[in-house]
Nanobody
Framework: QVQLVESGGGLVQAGGSLRLSCAAS????????MAWFRQAPGKEREFITG????????HYADSVKGRFTISRDNAKNTVNLQMNSLKPEDTAVYYC?????????????????WGQGTQVTVSS
């Protein structure tokens, strides 16, 4: 099982940017699909973006498309989330997640490993 540790959250004004990073342990990192989810208070955890094992394919929720960019570095076992043009509605705890396979998936139940989460707060 992959262990994940997120970093990079914080407080930012609307329109600003943040970059989240997720460090993964385990030798299978380069063969698994990675994703970022977020969960706002009182809401369900939602898929926002994912990336294929090679990095060639990325997927985005409509709510973040054009503003967020996911990337990965298999040599360093890291996956990053660049968040631009942040909005107050982006405020949530952000989680890095790893699938047990390399196949695209968006439901939280399909992910075997989770980070501890990092808070992102966007002020208006």
């Amino acid at each position: 099982q992959v262990q994940l540790v997120e970093s990079g959250g914080g407080l930012v004004q609307a329109g600003g940017s943040l970059r989240l990073s997720c460090a993964a342990s385990g030798r299978t990192f380069s063969s698994i699909y990675m994703a970022w989810f977020r969960q706002a208070p009182g809401k369900e955890r939602e898929f926002i973006t994912g990336i294929s094992p090679s990095g060639a394919n990325t997927h985005y929720a409509d709510s973040v498309k054009g503003r967020f960019t996911i990337s990965r570095d298999n040599a360093k076992n890291t996956v990053n989330l660049q968040m631009n043009s942040l909005k107050p509605e982006d405020t949530a705890v952000y989680y890095c997640a790893a699938r047990g396979s390399g196949i695209y998936y968006t439901a939280p139940a399909g992910f075997a490993s989770w980070g501890q989460g990092t808070q992102v707060t966007v002020s208006s």
